[in-house]
Nanobody, 111 residues
């Protein structure tokens, strides 16, 4: 069964950091581009970052320079390191592999 399970979401103060993890199973993880998306309250889901199977990365303008996507193929896991967090980063963050979504992990940035 193909599955993506996110973890690491939390309440954090502005300027703080979090690292999200997404554990994959049921498919050949190392062959796939993986991505993170997020959905803020009342807004559409939006793409955040992607990493190809060979490690090339791309970022949304809103997070470039603050977030880093990475992967560990030996652990079948993709990460999202989030630094300098802002209140507007508050959202449910989802891991994605075509056409599979995880259940999401909630990040709240608030003082």
């Amino acid at each position: 069964q193909v599955q993506l399970v996110e973890s690491g979401g939390d309440l954090v103060q502005p300027g703080g950091s979090l690292r999200l993890s997404c554990a994959a199973s049921g498919f050949r993880f190392s062959s796939y581009t993986m991505a993170w998306y997020r959905q803020a309250p009342g807004k559409q889901r939006e793409w955040v970052a992607s990493i190809t199977n060979i490690g090339d990365t791309n970022y949304a303008v809103a997070v470039k320079g603050r977030f880093t996507i990475s992967r560990d193929n030996a652990k079948n896991t993709v990460y999202l390191q989030m630094n300098s967090l802002k209140p507007e980063d508050t959202a449910v963050y989802y891991c994605y592999r075509p056409i599979i979504w995880g259940q999401g992990t909630r990040v709240t940035v608030s003082s």
